[in-house]
Structures are given as structure tokens and as C-alpha cells.
């Protein structure tokens, strides 16, 4: 189990601007994933029967967790900052 510590230990291992790359890597997947979700639902036809719930289905999760791995990085870089103005106070 970690510690409090540990995870403040590890915070500082990776930079901000290592973070800030991940968080525009996941930005592109994003942008990709919305294309995606539009494409399938024009290609649906319901009057010939075609379907891609479950293609929608998994390209909206994975748009979910690409929000959430943005937003958990955002939060990362605040408490880097928040944590380094502490120190200098």
C-alpha cells in the first residue's frame, strides 16, 4: 500500500512537461474518437438494418476514459504547481 509520501515522491519524478505531452497524446486520441463516433452514427441505416451500437458503445467509453486521463493529468500538474508554491512560500 502506498503512502502518502510515495505518491508525493512519485508526483515529482515526472515533469510537467512530460504530462503536459501525454495530455495532448490523449487530446489527438480524443479528436480521433469523436471522428469515429460521428462517422458510425452516419453510416447507420435503420430502414436496411444497419447498426453499430456497439462500435458507438465502445468509441464512447473509451471518449470517456480519454476525458477522464485529461482531466486526471490536469489535476496532476495542479497539485505539482500547488505543491512547488507551497515550497517557495
Known amino acids: ?5 510515495q505518491t508525493e515522491e ?9 504530462i503536459e505531452e501525454a495530455i495532448e497524446s490523449f487530446k489527438k486520441e480524443l479528436e480521433a474518437c469523436k471522428d469515429r463516433i460521428q462517422e458510425l452514427l452516419k ?6 438494418g444497419i447498426y453499430f ?3 458507438i458503445f465502445e468509441s464512447q467509453r473509451d471518449k470517456l476514459r480519454l476525458e ?3 482531466t486526471s493529468r490536469r489535476n496532476k500538474i495542479n497539485r505539482i504547481k500547488l505543491g512547488t508554491t507551497e515550497l517557495e512560500s
Request: aromatic share 0%; hydrophobic share 35%.
Open 53 to 55: 451500437a456497439q462500435e
Open 43 to 48: 453510416g447507420e441505416d435503420p430502414a436496411k
Open 68 to 70: 477522464v486521463e485529461i
Open 1 to 5: 500500500m502506498m503512502t502518502q509520501n
Open 10 to 18: 512519485e508526483s515529482k519524478l515526472i515533469s510537467i512537461p512530460e
